[in-house]
């Protein structure tokens, strides 16, 4: 692109009609207008290009191709259906007929993303996503990142995944956790929507004019989100209608990117979609009910010394186990505990084996516990602990987390 064409493209298409200003923070309306008037208020709208009818798709599948792109060392697969652009206004009762599509991905993206914890998955990666683009087309996909050499072994293996979805639905269990760990979220963000930064706000507002949305206090979100979960608990059917409809897999547009195996061509990626459209799909197993081992590790303690700093608001403790606690309420993030404990040791005392820092971390991270692997502790926890993180620094362990007063 050259000087001239970037230049020309700016003036064409920056223009005020075009703006929306946006000022949040601790200010009076007033001043924001007078801020607004200063310092865009010399600009002047000049004639530019209309806006392009952007049409319609002409072909909506199927289809595929092969692009490579050796700097990418892994084979990313993505199978698509597409359809006309459909304009939903956002309101209440458009939200609540969508949240059984919304939860059917959550459902599959759970499958998917406990599936790439077993040591035999064929991927590395996979998520199911639905949306629409420039407001052209609204598209439903399937993303899989794989080793070059099982391309073909994880496009079948998320492709069945998905296609047993479509024939048998979900499980209750299923259902239960994703409402569960949404209906957590939404109340971590009631809890801090008074805290919630003028940043944060700005960039909020910015993505629903970006996706043609309003911006909504929590308590809406929430009545939307109840009403969908009456609908999907009535009905959990819905959840699976929906996937039907949206995987037409005869329609199936696939793009086969990043490092291709030599000799792989169109042909081929079209040859082993359509194998895995045959392959038969059993249903999924009903899971057990999960209860958690460690409700009771032992007896508690004592506190034999208590002291405060008072410069700095801290409270600090000392327990008959030697445990020390330091305890700092907080005021501008409401709905939210911070909990991180160090213990002495850290990465200067591991073995000096190149490497090991980094293993530990990941295995700690992936491990679970004796009595529940990473997997289950997810659906023990589902919706009360909102991160759990690892690290070592030079001189101590720390195990980090969040979550709410509450929990």
Same mark, same amino acid.
């Given at each position: 692109?050259?000087?001239?064409?970037?230049?020309?493209?700016?003036?064409?298409?920056?223009?005020?009609?075009?703006?929306?200003?946006?000022?949040?923070?601790?200010?009076?309306?007033?001043?924001?207008?007078?801020?607004?008037?200063?310092?865009?208020?010399?600009?002047?709208?000049?004639?530019?290009?209309? %806006?392009?009818?952007?049409?319609?798709?002409?072909?909506?599948?199927?289809?595929?191709?092969?692009?490579? %792109?050796?700097?990418?060392?892994?084979?990313?697969?993505?199978?698509?259906?597409?359809?006309?652009?459909?304009?939903?206004?956002?309101?209440?009762?458009?939200?609540?007929?969508?949240?059984?599509?919304?939860?059917?991905?959550?459902?599959? %993206?759970?499958?998917?993303?406990?599936? =790439?914890?077993?040591?035999?998955?064929?991927?590395?990666?996979?998520?199911?996503?639905?949306?629409?683009?420039?407001?052209?087309?609204?598209?439903?996909?399937?993303?899989?990142?794989?080793?070059?050499?099982?391309?073909?072994?994880?496009?079948?293996?998320?492709?069945?995944?998905?296609?047993?979805?479509?024939?048998?639905?979900?499980?209750?269990?299923?259902?239960?956790?994703?409402?569960?760990?949404?209906?957590?979220?939404?109340? @971590?963000?009631?809890?801090?929507?008074?805290?919630?930064?003028?940043?944060?706000?700005?960039?909020?507002?910015?993505?629903?004019?970006?996706?043609?949305?309003?911006?909504?206090?929590?308590?809406?979100?929430?009545?939307?989100?109840?009403?969908?979960?009456?609908?999907?608990?009535?009905?959990?059917?819905?959840?699976? @209608?929906?996937?039907?409809?949206?995987?037409?897999?005869?329609?199936?547009?696939?793009?086969?990117?990043? =490092?291709?195996?030599?000799?792989?061509?169109?042909?081929?990626?079209?040859?082993?979609?359509?194998?895995?459209?045959?392959?038969?799909?059993?249903?999924?197993?009903?899971?057990?009910?999960?209860?958690?081992?460690?409700?009771?590790?032992?007896?508690?303690?004592?506190?034999?010394?208590?002291?405060?700093?008072?410069?700095?608001?801290?409270?600090?403790?000392?327990?008959?186990?030697?445990?020390?606690?330091?305890?700092?309420?907080?005021?501008?993030?409401?709905?939210?505990?911070?909990?991180?404990?160090?213990?002495?040791?850290?990465?200067?005392?591991?073995?000096?084996?190149?490497?090991?820092?980094?293993?530990?971390?990941?295995?700690?991270?992936?491990?679970?516990?004796?009595?529940?692997?990473?997997?289950?502790?997810?659906?023990?926890?589902?919706?009360?602990?909102?991160?759990?993180?690892?690290?070592?620094?030079?001189?101590?362990?720390?195990?980090?987390?969040?979550?709410?007063?509450?929990?």
């Amino acid at each position: 692109a050259t000087y001239e064409t970037i230049r020309n493209f700016y003036q064409e298409n920056y223009l005020p009609r075009r703006m929306t200003v946006i000022v949040t923070g601790d200010f009076k309306p007033e001043q924001a207008k007078q801020w607004v008037e200063k310092y865009f208020g010399d600009m002047r709208d000049v004639p530019g290009k209309p %806006n392009e009818d952007r049409g319609k798709i002409k072909d909506l599948g199927p289809g595929q191709v092969v692009i490579p %792109n050796p700097e990418n060392a892994q084979t990313n697969i993505s199978i698509n259906v597409v359809d006309h652009y459909t304009h939903r206004p956002d309101t209440i009762e458009q939200r609540v007929k969508d949240f059984p599509g919304s939860m059917c991905r959550a459902m599959l %993206n759970q499958r998917l993303a406990r599936m =790439t914890r077993q040591p035999d998955c064929p991927f590395l990666a996979a998520r199911i996503a639905k949306g629409s683009d420039m407001q052209v087309m609204d598209a439903f996909s399937v993303n899989v990142s794989a080793e070059p050499g099982k391309w073909k072994e994880a496009m079948r293996a998320v492709t069945e995944e998905v296609r047993r979805a479509a024939k048998y639905g979900f499980t209750k269990q299923e259902l239960d956790e994703v409402i569960t760990s949404a209906r957590a979220g939404l109340s @971590q963000l009631q809890s801090t929507w008074a805290t919630v930064s003028a940043k944060e706000m700005a960039s909020s507002i910015i993505d629903c004019l970006d996706e043609d949305e309003l911006i909504t206090a929590p308590e809406e979100d929430i009545r939307a989100f109840e009403e969908g979960v009456k609908l999907v608990q009535a009905h959990p059917e819905l959840c699976q @209608q929906e996937l039907v409809n949206d995987f037409k897999s005869d329609r199936a547009r696939i793009i086969l990117t990043g =490092t291709v195996p030599e000799g792989v061509d169109a042909d081929q990626v079209r040859k082993a979609y359509d194998a895995a459209l045959k392959t038969e799909v059993a249903k999924p197993a009903d899971q057990k009910e999960l209860k958690f081992a460690y409700d009771k590790v032992g007896e508690p303690g004592s506190i034999i010394v208590q002291d405060t700093i008072e410069d700095i608001g801290v409270t600090t403790l000392t327990l008959s186990n030697g445990v020390r606690v330091n305890l700092k309420p907080i005021d501008y993030k409401k709905g939210t505990i911070a909990v991180a404990a160090a213990v002495d040791g850290g990465s200067l005392r591991l073995a000096g084996t190149p490497g090991l820092n980094t293993m530990t971390g990941a295995v700690m991270d992936m491990g679970g516990l004796e009595a529940h692997s990473v997997t289950d502790l997810e659906r023990i926890l589902a919706g009360h602990v909102a991160r759990v993180e690892f690290e070592a620094s030079q001189d101590r362990f720390i195990f980090g987390g969040g979550t709410t007063p509450q929990d």
